[in-house]
C-alpha cells in the first residue's frame, strides 16, 4: 500500500476543495427531505460526487463508502469513508457548526482523515503515527486526567442515552465533526455519541486518536472499527482524555 504520508497531502488538499466547493454551492443551494426525514442538500451531493471522481486517482484500489451513494465493502487498498456535509441541517440554515469529512479504513483500522470546518478555515488532518495537525501546525496532545464539573462535553446526538449523567457541562452543536474537532482542539474535554455510522466519525477518530483520546463504548469496551464497516450505526460510544478514569468496564482488545 502506498504510505500514509506520501497519501496525507493529497487528501489534505482534497478534502479543502470539497469544503470549497460547500462554501459555493451555499448560494445555489437546493434542499430535500430523504425517507428518514433528514435533510440532504445539493452540497451533500456535489461534495460527495466531488471525491468519488478524485479519490481513486489518490488510492487507486480503495473503494469508496459515503453517505449519500450508499455502502461498499473494502477494496484491497482499503475503504473510503466521506460524510460530504456532517451537519447538514447545521449548514441547511445558515448555523456554521458543519463539516467535510474524510477518512481511510484500512488493515483493520481508521488511518488517515481530514476534516474541514470551511466557515471557520480549519482543516484539521491526521495519519496513524504520525501526529495531528490544524491547517499544517502540530496539534498538542489532548490533556489528560479526569473531567471537571466545569469542563465542556459535547454530546453529539440530542438523546445521550447512556451518557445522560456525564461528568461535565454538556452540550449540543448538531454535528459530529464540530464537538470532535472542538475535542482536538481543546475547546471540549470529551464527546459522547449515540447513533453515527462509521463514516460520520472515521476521519475525526484519526485526528483524536493521534491525539491520546481514548475511544470507548458505554459498556468500557474499546471501540474497535473493524466491528462498525458496515451500513449500521455504532454502538453508542464516548472519546475520553486519557486518564480520564471513565468507562473502564470493559475489556481491553
Known sequence: MTSLVSLLDGLVELTGQAGRIALEVKSRMKSDLKADGSIVTTADREVESFFRQKLPGLLPGAA??????????????????????????????????????????????????????????????????????????ALPPIQSGPILRHELVGHADDEPGAFASFPGKPRHLGAFVAEAMYVASGKFRAMTSTKCKLYDAAGSLVVLRELGAEVRHADGRPFVDSEWVRPVSCAPFAVLPPGSGLLQGGQDA
Not at 469513508?81 to 483500522?109: E, H, K, M, Q, R
Request: proline share 7%; charged share 20%.
Open 64 to 137: 469508496v463508502w459515503g453517505e449519500e451513494e450508499g455502502f461498499a465493502e473494502p477494496g484491497p487498498e482499503g475503504l473510503w469513508l466521506i460524510d460530504p456535509i456532517d451537519g447538514t441541517s447545521n449548514y441547511s440554515f445558515g448555523v456554521p457548526l458543519w463539516g467535510v469529512t474524510v477518512g481511510l479504513y484500512s488493515d483493520g483500522a481508521c488511518r488517515l482523515g481530514a476534516v474541514s470546518m470551511p466557515e471557520f478555515d480549519m482543516l484539521f488532518a491526521a495519519a496513524s503515527g504520525e501526529g495531528a495537525t490544524l491547517n499544517g501546525r
